[in-house]
C-alpha cells in the first residue's frame, strides 16, 4: 500500500560514494509498506536515494533523514530540494545518539547503515515505533545480515529476509551483456505491542 | 509513481502451477509505471499474481487479463473475488489473436506469458499503446528473453533489461538458510509516436 | 595442483537429502588445493558427494569422512564402493569428538557440516593441519557462514570467502528455463605455523 | 579427470581488460573434461587465463590459442613464458578463419569469444573435434548465450548450461561485503560422431 515513485538512478544529484540502486529503493519502500501520513525514519541516508522515495510515498507524513558525513548530508540537501521534498527533516549526527532528535514516535524505520551499532538502532526502533510498524534493514555485509537478523528476530515479530542480485543489461555491439549490481540483503520485521 | 499493495504471496488463491513471487510482482509494476486510472492489459495471467497488483495501481482504471488456460481463468476469477478487483476483465483465450476482443487504446501491457508469439505481442502493443506508454515483459527462458530483447530495441524506445535472483531467508535450527528462487528477466521499453 | 573427476551428479547413489551440486564440489576440491597424496578430512561426509571426488584427487592420499547420521553413513559406504574408493575411511560419530578418532596429522580439510561447533572444529584444524595446509568450509545459512569468516580470520591466513550461485538450464519446450540452486558460502584458509 | 593447476588471478600478467574469473577458469577445465595428452583449442584466448589452466590440464598434449588482438596475443604470450606452458601455441588470427591453421584433429575446445561467428565456429567443432570429445562455450551476452544454446542442441550431444554467479567476499572494516562478478552463461555438448 505504497505510493511508488520510482525516481531512476540518473535523476538523483550523486556524489562519489555508491548509491542504493533502483530496483533496491523500490523493495524497501514497497517491503516496508509506508502509507500515506506515515512518519518515517531513515538512518543513514547517505546520498539519499530511499530518502527521496520515502518521501514520496509517505507524504503528508514526515521523513527524519539522519547522517553523519558531511558530504552525504550535503547530497541529501541537494535532493531533497531537487525533489522538492518538503517533508524531509535532515537530522546530523550519528545514530543511535542522534536519534534523540526525534521527539516523536513513529511509523516505519529504515536502517540504511548501521555504523556498527545494530543494537543499539533496534532498540530505539522497538521504543519509537508504534504497535504495527515496521522496520527493514539493508545490508551489504554478511556478518552485519547475519547479526540483524539474530537481534531482530530477538526484538521483533515476522522477520523475513532476502538476498537481492540485480545484473543489468548493458548494450555492447548490438547485444547484451549482464552487468552484476552487488547483492544486498534486505531484512524486515515487524513491531507488535 | 505507481500505488503498490505488496499483497503477499500467501494473500493469493493458488493452484499447483507456480506463481510470480512477490518482489518480480513489485518490482513489475513499479518499473512499468502504473499510474491510477490506466488502461493495462496483463498477457499471460497466470495466477493472478500481477493482475491483481495491477489492478491495484490502475484503480480506478481497468486491468484486461487474457489467459488461455482453464484451470488459471478460474483462479483469476477466484483472486478477483478475494481481492475486490472489480476493474479486472478477465479475457479469455490466446493472445495475439484474444487481443482483438479489446477495443480500445491502452497505457500499459504486461508480457507474462508469450506462448512463442513475442513479435504478434509486440506488434500489437506498438499500434494500441498510446504514446508515452510502456510495455514490460518478464521471461524465464533465456531464448524468449534474447528474442524480447532484439525485438524490443525495435519496436520501443529506452529498452531495459535487468536480471532479478532472489534468495529467501528459511529459518532452520535458528539459523537462515537461503533459499534461491529461479532467475527472472525483466524487460522494459517506451512507447514512442 | 588439483586431479578433479569431475562426477556428476546422476552418478552417485543418492538419498532423499539434497547432495553437494557438481559445480560445488569441482570448487571446493580446486580452492582447497588437494594434491595426490595428501591426507584430507571431510567433516559431515552426507552423501559423500565431495568425499568421491575428494578420494579421487588425493589417491594414493587418504580421506577421512566423518559422518553422524546412520542414513548418510550408508550412502557413503555405498558411494565408496560404487566408485572404488578405497582411500576413503569412514568414521562414525559427532565432529569435533569424534576428530578424536584421526591419530594423524593431515593435509587439508573440509568442513560440509559444523553441527553448531565451528570454533570447535577450526581448533582442531588449527592443531592437526601441517603448515601449508588448508581448510575450506561450505555453508547455507548466513549466521554460519559470518561465524566462520570471523573464526576463520583469528584462527588461519589468507582467508577468503565466496558466495555462489548457479542456475541450471532445464529443456522446456525448445527452449531453456533457468532453474537456481540455493547459493553456497565457500571459505578457505591456509594454516601457517 | 581434469588436473586443475588453479592459478590465482594475481598469478598472471594482465593487461586493461577483464579476464575470467579463477572460478569460472576452474569450472571450464573441469566441465570441459581436459584430459592429460588431450589436444585442445582457446578460441579468443584473451589474456590467456583459461588457456594456462588448459595447458596445465592438457600436458603433455597441446593447446592452440587462438586470438586476433595485438594486445591479447603478447599477454598470451608473456603468461606462456610466466607459467612456463611450453605446451600453447599461439595462432594469430580471427576465428573461424584463422582455425584453418590447426591441421590436425583435436578433443576439446574452449570457446571464449565468437566474434559474433558462433556458427562457423561449431561447424569446424564438429568436423574436428574426434568422437568423444567436448566442447564448452563461456557468454556474458544473453543473446549469444542463447544462439550458442540453440545450435549446440543442433550439432552435439548432451548440451547443458549453467549460469554463474559469484560473489567475492571483500574486508572493509573488519566485515565481509560482497562484490559480485558478472555472471557468465557456461555451455558444454559433447561430439558423438
Given at each position: 500500500m505504497s505510493n511508488i515513485a520510482g525516481?531512476?538512478?540518473?535523476?538523483?544529484?550523486?556524489?562519489?560514494?555508491?548509491?542504493?540502486?533502483?530496483?533496491?529503493?523500490?523493495?524497501?519502500?514497497?517491503?516496508?509498506?509506508?502509507?500515506?501520513?506515515?512518519?518515517?525514519?531513515?538512518?543513514?541516508?547517505?546520498?539519499?536515494?530511499?530518502?527521496?522515495?520515502?518521501?514520496?510515498?509517505?507524504?503528508?507524513g514526515i521523513v527524519?533523514?539522519?547522517?553523519?558525513?558531511?558530504?552525504?548530508?550535503?547530497?541529501?540537501?541537494?535532493?531533497?530540494?531537487?525533489?522538492?521534498?518538503?517533508?524531509?527533516?535532515?537530522?546530523?549526527?550519528?545514530?543511535?545518539?542522534?536519534?534523540?532528535?526525534?521527539?516523536?514516535?513513529?511509523?516505519?524505520?529504515?536502517i540504511g547503515g548501521s555504523g556498527g551499532k545494530i543494537e543499539g538502532l533496534l532498540i530505539w526502533c522497538k521504543e519509537r515505533i508504534r504497535s504495527g510498524g515496521r522496520v527493514i534493514a539493508n545490508f551489504v555485509t554478511l556478518e552485519n545480515a547475519a547479526q540483524a537478523t539474530t537481534l531482530m528476530n530477538h526484538y521483533f515479530e515476522n522477520v523475513e529476509l532476502i538476498q537481492v542480485g540485480i545484473s543489468r543489461g548493458e548494450g555492447i555491439g548490438g547485444l547484451t551483456m549482464l552487468k552484476a549490481s552487488n547483492p544486498i540483503f534486505i531484512i524486515t520485521g515487524d513491531v507488535v505491542k
Open positions: 525516481y531512476r538512478d540518473d535523476d538523483y544529484i550523486r556524489g562519489k560514494a555508491p548509491m542504493t540502486k533502483r530496483e533496491i529503493r523500490i523493495l524497501t519502500i514497497s517491503l516496508l509498506g509506508i502509507k500515506p501520513g506515515d512518519a518515517v525514519v531513515d538512518i543513514g541516508a547517505g546520498t539519499g536515494g530511499i530518502t527521496m522515495e520515502a518521501a514520496y510515498a509517505a507524504a503528508p527524519f533523514a539522519v547522517e553523519a558525513k558531511e558530504a552525504a548530508l550535503e547530497l541529501v540537501a541537494k535532493n531533497k530540494e531537487h525533489f522538492h521534498a518538503d517533508n524531509v527533516e535532515i537530522i546530523k549526527g550519528k545514530a543511535p545518539e542522534a536519534l534523540s532528535q526525534i521527539t516523536r514516535d513513529v511509523d516505519r524505520v529504515i
